[in-house]
DNA sequence: TAGGCCATCTGGTCCT
DNA sequence: AGGACCAGATGGCCTA
């Protein structure tokens, strides 16, 4: 139960308790919606057709204050709220909260079924509703482009369409992913035969790409094809069903089937974080180690570093980063932030900052 | 502290 | 009548 819900429940039973839709005590409310609402509300419960010379409020204030100065008002008397007719209400009101609580809680949860399919995912770096769902038609956008063309996307150019219309953070974040989640399994040499739709990962050709095979992947940030699997039935299949996108060949890092969380953190600012623990918010949700209940077949999640046999945790990651500065000759002792910045950060600065 | 994002409550409308 | 859906209002949390 998260805290807004609890929380919620507990005003609308203090709302309750108080019987704001009594008449005597609706002048003393302060909070919720305007007394002209409630009272809407009231009228049409009561059938009064004749309440609209004067709101109501000052109707029930004028009766109980006796304001003789002002003119009676015609019509039928409003019918007094009873007891029994209050908690109905009540009863009825909080059913009706109960129920939208739990159908924004479906829409929420399909939007995060959204996320995990999106070309970056991460826990701790949740898109937000408005920018998971431009990013997820930027995402049908530009695979529609790639169906279309029939050729291998351009990473620049496939990276901007992502991007298109998204806020600077997030453009980054996409931007992180498509260039740092390399993976070992789009870096078979297979790959060479046809040419893959490395949405994410390397794309061959491409400047920013880690081109050699075997080569681990950049220790965090991770994007893969496998959101693309999803495909395989379909118009996708003659890209997607290569053996390069086998996501437990051995030969490719030996990248084992999931089971651990999906992308790791990423900063908005592009200055990726160590993985984290997950939180008890987290782990009451099943975000812990195991794959999430949600797991549906076909979509294969973003692998992570710790899930590679022996490279797992913080000691890993660190050889996997070691690793990296090691191959591209860089200094050993070079901040990972520098790392990031000389990767991506300038080149892609360039793209994105208009 | 302002602004963004979010969860929730609420009343209105439409549909079954 | 009751449920689904929608949009406005509100307040909390977080971050720049």
Not at 103 to 120: F, I, K, Q, S, Y
Not at 325 to 349: A, K
Request: proline letters at 8%.
């Amino acid at each position: 139960m998260t805290k807004h819900y609890s929380k919620a429940v507990e005003m609308s039973e203090l709302v309750g308790s108080l019987g704001w839709m009594e008449e005597d005590t609706l002048s003393s409310q302060d909070e919720g919606p305007a007394e002209s609402d409630r009272y809407t509300i009231d009228a049409r419960e009561d059938g009064d057709a004749g309440s609209d010379e004067l709101d109501e409020g000052e109707q029930d204030e004028n009766e109980e204050n006796g304001a003789e100065k002002l003119p009676k008002r015609r019509g039928p008397k409003k019918k007094k709220m009873t007891k029994a007719r209050v908690e109905r209400f009540q009863a009825r009101r909080i059913k009706a909260n109960a129920r939208e609580r739990s159908r924004m809680h479906g829409l929420n949860d399909a939007l995060d079924n959204l996320r995990r399919v999106m070309p970056c995912y991460s826990k701790t770096q949740k898109l937000s509703k408005i920018e998971t769902l431009r990013l997820a038609r930027n995402y049908i956008w530009a695979l529609s482009e790639v169906l279309e063309s029939g050729e291998s996307p351009d990473g620049r150019g496939f990276m901007e369409m992502l991007c298109k219309g998204l806020s600077q953070p997030t453009s980054n974040l996409v931007a992180g992913c498509m260039q740092l989640g390399q993976q070992p399994l789009l870096l078979d040499k297979r790959e060479e035969k046809v040419a893959p739709v490395c949405v994410g990962g390397a794309i061959p050709g491409h400047p920013f790409s880690y081109p050699s095979p075997g080569l681990p992947s950049p220790p965090y940030g991770a994007m893969d094809a496998s959101h693309l699997l999803h495909l395989k039935s379909h118009s996708f299949k003659g890209l997607v069903e290569h053996p390069a996108y086998e996501h437990t060949s051995p030969e490719c890092g030996g990248t084992p089937p999931y089971d651990g969380p999906l992308t790791p953190p990423l900063s908005v600012s592009g200055n990726f974080t160590l993985k984290q623990e997950p939180s008890p918010h987290e782990i009451d949700k099943g975000y812990g180690s195991s794959a999430p209940a949600t797991h549906t077949a076909g979509f294969v999640p973003h692998y992570v570093p710790s899930a590679i046999p022996g490279l797992g945790g913080p000691q890993g990651q660190n050889a996997l980063f070691q690793t990296a500065l090691s191959r591209y000759e860089l200094p050993m002792d070079m901040t990972f932030d520098s790392y990031i910045q000389h990767m991506v950060g300038s080149q892609i600065g360039t793209v994105f900052n208009e």
